[in-house]
Nanobody, 123 residues
Framework: QVHLVESGGGLVQPGGSLRLSCQAS????????IGWFRQAPGKEREGVAC??????FYEYYVKGRFSISRDKRKNTVYLQMNSLKSEDTAIYYC??????????????????WGQGTQVTVSS
């Protein structure tokens, strides 16, 4: 059984930073990709970034501000978010897909989802 658990959300002022974590379990020895998505109130869920054996990908609106990385020994993927803006306020979810690829754009490739962590950017 695959489980994904996000942590690290919170309240931060504009221009500040947060680091989100996604702890994965249950993939065993299978390669897998992890994507980060977010959903703001009244808006559709949108992609942020993803990481897999095939590479790292970002959506244009976070490129240069957010950085995704993974520690394979800990089965953990991180999303470092810098220069945060009010429009980054959302619930952030990590999602997992078995295989060597990932998508930072579409969520249909992901079978497994975490419960989400709230990020609020406000003064």
């Amino acid at each position: 059984q695959v489980h994904l658990v996000e942590s690290g959300g919170g309240l931060v002022q504009p221009g500040g930073s947060l680091r989100l974590s996604c702890q994965a379990s249950g993939f065993g020895t299978e390669p897998y990709g992890i994507g980060w998505f977010r959903q703001a109130p009244g808006k559709e869920r949108e992609g942020v970034a993803c990481i897999s054996d095939e590479g790292i990908f970002y959506e244009y609106y976070v490129k240069g501000r957010f950085s995704i990385s993974r520690d394979k020994r800990k089965n953990t993927v991180y999303l470092q978010m810098n220069s945060l803006k009010s429009e980054d306020t959302a619930i952030y979810y990590c999602a997992g897909a078995v295989g060597r690829g990932c998508s930072a754009t579409t969520d249909i490739v992901y079978r497994f989802w975490g419960q989400g962590t709230q990020v609020t950017v406000s003064s």
